[in-house]
């Protein structure tokens, strides 16, 4: 079947039979990505989460610190 990325509108192709073509044929809103913006978000998720974290420990370091 004839996906379409949501993200840079690549024309993939995907085996009819995979779990994934299956999960897109059943929920047409689908949230296909290409490969390229795939590794992109998992790169940007794993960087927001990073500096979430990081955030958190520094907010709630000097919160220590004032009290
Ligand atoms: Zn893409």
Same mark, same amino acid.
């Given at each position: 079947?004839?996906?379409?990325?949501?993200?840079?509108?690549?024309?993939?192709?995907?085996?009819?039979?995979?779990?994934? +073509?299956?999960?897109? &044929?059943?929920?047409?809103?689908?949230?296909?990505?290409?490969?390229?913006?795939?590794? &992109?978000?998992?790169?940007?998720?794993?960087? &927001?989460? +990073? $500096?979430?974290?990081?955030?958190?420990? &520094? $907010? $709630?370091? $000097? +919160?220590?610190?004032?009290?």
């Amino acid at each position: 079947m004839r996906v379409k990325c949501v993200i840079c509108d690549e024309i993939g192709l995907l085996v009819d039979d995979t779990p994934l +073509a299956k999960k897109l &044929r059943n929920h047409p809103i689908n949230t296909y990505m290409c490969e390229t913006c795939n590794e &992109r978000i998992t790169e940007q998720t794993n960087l &927001r989460l +990073a $500096s979430g974290k990081f955030i958190f420990y &520094r $907010s $709630s370091h $000097s +919160a220590e610190e004032n009290f």
